[in-house]
């Protein structure tokens, strides 16, 4: 069974631009997290979907940050305008309905300049 | 606010010996706790996970024991190998929200 893909791996832009990633969770998992992780820290949580449903979107720097899962399965997390403080590993995570082990993807490297 | 930390940032072990990463949590609430391990370039990875109604859990060369006494996690590696190598998060969860706290990592790194 695949495990969660995210894409692009790598991505580099110069500050004021606009970036997305893009998230697959495993395949029957409902519940979808992005993370982002500083270098040499462990992730924090931007948001939570349940289903297609953001349940917790707390942490979500929502004046330039926004999310979506249209149909409950795919993911895309947005920055617009990115800033430099918003270079880190931007971290995909899914959890089968009821159970709280979360499985990551590899990760989008995001280098604002 | 409350939140999972760790003792040691880097733990260097000889191939073959036996590694101790700890972790202390804070949150007295937290009932459930996961150990991670992330390699360079890659996301993290589960390990193993415990539940606060237990004290030890065992996995294939993994032991993770908590003692909620002192809100204090371990994960014990037996016979490490050069694949260990990288950094170990621990988690905590508190109730059904699903929301995980994440500790600073500790790097382990595996001589020969």
Same mark, same amino acid.
């Given at each position: 069974e695949a495990g969660v893909v995210q894409s692009p791996r790598y991505k580099i832009i110069e500050k004021k631009q606009p970036v997305a990633f893009w998230c697959n969770p495993i395949s029957g998992h409902n519940t979808l997290y992005w993370y982002r992780q500083n270098l040499g820290q462990g992730p924090e949580l931007l948001i939570r979907y349940e289903n297609e449903e953001a349940v917790d979107d707390s942490q979500l720097p929502k004046d330039r940050f926004s999310a979506e899962r249209l149909k409950g399965v795919d993911s895309t997390l947005k920055i617009q305008p990115a800033e430099l403080g918003d270079s880190a590993v931007y971290l995909c995570a899914s959890s089968q309905g009821g159970r709280r082990e979360q499985f990551f993807g590899p990760g989008t490297r995001l280098t604002v300049l | 606010g409350e939140s999972v930390g760790l003792h040691l940032p880097t733990l260097s072990v000889q191939e073959g010996d036996n590694s101790i990463i700890n972790c202390a949590y804070s949150? +007295?609430? +937290?009932d459930y706790f996961i150990w991670y391990k992330q390699e360079s370039g890659k996301g993290p990875q589960f390990i193993i996970d415990i539940r606060s109604n237990m004290d030890k859990r065992q996995g294939q060369r993994v032991t993770v024991l908590l003692n909620k006494t002192v809100k204090h996690l371990s994960l014990q590696i037996a016979a490490t190998q050069p694949g260990d190598s990288a950094v170990y998060f621990c988690a905590e969860n508190t109730g059904t929200a699903s929301k995980l706290t994440f500790g600073t990592g500790t790097r382990l790194q595996v001589t020969l």
């Open positions: - | 949150n +007295s609430a +937290s």
